[in-house]
């Protein structure tokens, strides 16, 4: 048979040698022999024996070891070696191994890494195999011929014992026999000779034409789902659940176009797909406010002093510098410390680490308490900042600002991730945050600090009390902190001191009478009780306005996907209402907090 050269006509079909044994055989077996079975023993000619003969011998099987293969364990045409160790392979088989071995391909010997560059020819064993004269005994049973070892190769080529399977195998033809018996069998005994042929070679230039057709209409589109996944892994990649900015791209995306989002949530996967890099998120959301809040103030500061004159600093000195600006210095100290501790900390975004006192045997995170106390004097600062009542009133629209549109958010990436819910309270930045944001405005509220003391004093012993007896919870228990830790007894011991500074200020006429004392310790429980409620509608209004843009996402996009089977190659979609509210409310008070 001639080969063609058109594009359009396959090949012809051609016979392939059948898998056969290795140069040694199976253990117990004679190279180049057959085994005899039950039927040939009495059919057994001459044909099949191994040529003798007087003059040359077979190699000796110590010595033929080395010119073998360690991977296909044939004698090698070309042995090479990986650079690191003293075993040789063939080249193919070398190569083949560093090809499929990934980046860094080892030696199946000594298991060193290799490249492709690394292969070395040995160039004395290649002299040694070229100068052999010892002969090897053919490997295919019924030749018996004894062939040097530096012709092997070509010998195995052209020997006329190999086994090899029919042209036609892979259609049904299951004959396997030697070589020089393949012309007779294509000529008088394969069913495939005549018409069943003709028939297989015309099947196979159809599909070989369909194939080419496909493959041209398909170049297109393949090409350009390569060129938009690799655009999305570029943006990926250039996507960091720790960046402000990214976190807001994605924020506005969850809330404007939820159903673009779960539709193509690999774009975004590398900030929700996961626990950490999800909760990393969540954790910007909530401090990003006080940020907010703290650059306010620190450039607030900065305008004041670049509008004095360099003599008005010099006359008022440092001490009257730090008394004038001692809200700001003292705002930014504390948040410069919360940041710190944050840094230090070594946790991942999920969760405090817990830091061991040598001695004690305790086990405690030191550090979210820290960041608390440092949240709550920036806040509390801030307030005074603001002049009172404006302060107070920008702490609750933060307070709302921060737990809803956090929760929103959550609540939405959780139908999208289809992880369970709560994952907002597990973050390590909500007890902070939250802590903070409660009593900054319960001991703003109350304008004298004993009745914040005297309210958490109560509610504490409440919540101790209410365990054993009612199973009703007063506090907001996650974001408690270092407070959900002190034993009842200290509290007992807190309000009799605070029992005796009323009995003092009594006396002294600070305070009118017990009526008034005890009115106070009334009024400070209340106030931290309505924030604590506050608290949970805040979550649950969240979470409530997140389910609600997620449905309402989904069910614009299953109207689309009914109209538009390609609806998720579109680069937009129309935006939720309710979504979009969400988002320009939330960009509103973030402008109005800068802006006031």
């Excluded at 396959?10 to 005899?36: I, N, Q």
């Excluded at 011929?145 to 530096?150: A, F, S, Y």
């Excluded at 305070?511 to 949970?536: I, P, Q, R």
Aim: aromatic fraction near 10%; charge should be negative; proline fraction near 5%.
């Amino acid at each position: 048979m001639t080969s063609t050269t058109a594009t359009n006509i396959p090949p012809p079909l051609e016979a392939t040698p059948a898998p056969y044994y290795s140069y040694w055989g199976d253990p117990g077996e004679t190279p180049g022999v057959d085994v005899p079975t039950e039927e040939a023993t009495a059919e057994n000619t001459n044909d099949d024996s191994p040529m003798q003969c007087d003059t040359c011998t077979d190699i000796d099987d110590e010595e033929a070891k080395k010119y073998e293969c360690a991977v296909c364990f044939e004698f090698m045409d070309t042995p090479v070696g990986c650079g690191s160790c003293q075993t040789r392979f063939c080249r193919p088989c070398l190569e083949r191994v560093a090809n499929q071995g990934g980046a860094r391909p080892k030696c199946s010997h000594c298991r060193a890494p290799f490249t492709l560059e690394s292969i070395q020819v040995d160039e004395a064993l290649q002299e040694e195999m070229n100068n052999c004269m010892e002969t090897v005994l053919c490997p295919f049973r019924g030749c018996g011929k004894r062939v040097p070892i530096n012709a092997i190769k070509l010998h195995e080529a052209q020997c006329d014992h190999i086994k090899m399977k029919c042209k036609f195998n892979e259609w049904g033809c299951e004959w396997i026999g030697k070589k020089l018996d393949l012309e007779h069998h294509d000529n008088h005994e394969c069913e495939f000779r005549n018409e069943m042929g003709r028939l297989v070679n015309t099947i196979r230039e159809k599909t070989l034409n369909q194939t080419e057709t496909i493959a041209r209409l398909q170049g297109t589109r393949v090409n350009q789902m390569v060129n938009t996944h690799t655009r999305q892994l570029l943006m990926i990649r250039g996507r960091n659940a720790g960046n402000v900015f990214d976190v807001l791209a994605m924020s506005y995306e969850a809330t404007c176009f939820p159903g673009r989002l779960a539709a193509a949530k690999e774009m975004w996967g590398n900030m929700i797909a996961h626990d950490h890099p999800r909760a990393l998120v969540y954790n910007v959301l909530l401090v990003l406010p006080l940020f907010v809040c703290i650059s306010k103030c620190s450039f607030w500061m900065a305008i004041d002093l670049s509008n004095m004159a360099p003599q008005h600093i010099y006359r008022v000195g440092l001490y009257g510098m730090i008394q004038h600006f001692h809200v700001n210095i003292v705002a930014s100290s504390a948040a410069g410390l919360a940041v710190f501790c944050m840094v230090a900390d070594g946790g991942d975004a999920t969760h405090w680490t817990e830091m061991h006192v040598q001695g004690t045997g305790i086990s405690y995170p030191f550090m979210r308490d820290i960041v608390a106390l440092g949240f709550y004097v920036c806040y509390f600062l801030f307030v005074d900042f603001m002049e009172y009542w404006p302060g107070i009133v920008l702490l609750l629209c933060t307070f709302s600002f921060t737990v809803t549109y956090s929760s929103c958010v959550a609540s939405i990436l959780e139908k999208v991730n289809g992880s369970e819910e709560g994952t907002l309270k597990k973050t390590r930045m909500w007890p902070s945050v939250v802590f903070a944001l409660r009593y900054t405005c319960l001991f703003q509220i109350c304008w004298v600090p004993f009745e914040a003391v005297k309210g958490v004093i109560v509610l504490r012993l409440v919540k101790h009390l209410s365990l054993k007896h009612f199973k009703l919870n007063f506090t907001v228990e996650e974001t408690e902190c270092f407070l959900s830790v002190i034993p009842p007894s200290i509290l007992v011991v807190f309000g009799a001191a605070v029992t005796a500074l009323d009995h003092v200020a009594i006396g002294n006429g600070v305070v009118k009478d017990w009526s008034a004392a005890f009115y106070a310790w009334g009024t400070g429980a209340a106030t931290l009780a309505f924030l604590n409620v506050f608290t949970h509608t805040l979550f649950l209004c969240g979470q409530g306005t997140g389910d609600a843009i997620y449905f309402e996402g989904t069910n614009l996009r299953n109207h689309s996907n009914e109209r538009l089977q390609t609806y998720n190659l579109l680069p937009s979609q129309r935006p939720v209402y309710t979504g979009v509210v969400t988002f320009a409310l939330a960009l509103f008070y973030m402008i109005f907090m800068v802006a006031v």
